[in-house]
């Protein structure tokens, strides 16, 4: 496949409620947290919810090539309500921010390896919630970039 290209890319973890966010630096090697965005569900239709207008934000202000978003697989491998929820929100996502390319990647166990290490850390209670959507998306951001590099 070669190198992975040079670039930014953002991590999205979809949730019901929250979008956690998280970047790679340009060489791809190491994603951190950005930022937490509340999911607008109250978006009519034809307009671009604020979740995904953040993101078009984002995606400007650190210029980013790319955009992964988590697919939660059922452990199984099988794809249920959540993952198809957010292939439908990553298909909008992909035409609202065209034509940067949307990714989607198994997240399997993103939220709880993120939790954990988060508790870990001493982090828990509203403290955790505030940030657990951020850390899942470092987690599949981070997969991703690492399976990248394991191609090469």
């Known amino acids: 496949m070669g190198e992975l290209s040079r670039g930014v890319r953002l991590g999205v973890d979809v949730g019901q409620v929250r979008v956690g966010v998280a970047r790679s630096d340009p060489h791809g090697i190491l ?24 993101l078009v934000d984002l995606i400007a202000e650190h210029e980013a090539v790319e955009v992964i978003v988590g697919l939660p697989v059922n ?9 198809t929820n957010v292939s439908a ?10 034509p940067v390319p949307v990714a989607l990647t198994d997240e399997r166990m993103s939220t709880v390896v ?13 403290r955790q919630r505030a940030v657990v959507d951020q850390a899942a998306a470092v987690e599949i951001l981070q997969s991703w970039l690492d399976a990248q590099r394991r191609r090469t």
């Open 31 to 54: 994603a951190t947290p950005l930022v937490t965005l509340a999911r607008d569900l109250t978006a009519a239709a034809d307009a671009v919810p604020a979740d995904m207008a953040a």
């Open 75 to 83: 452990l199984s491998g099988k794809h249920g309500p959540a993952a």
């Open 89 to 98: 929100y990553a298909a909008r996502l992909a035409d609202v921010i065209a």
């Open 114 to 126: 993120a939790s954990r290490r988060l508790a870990e850390r001493g982090v828990r209670g509203k």
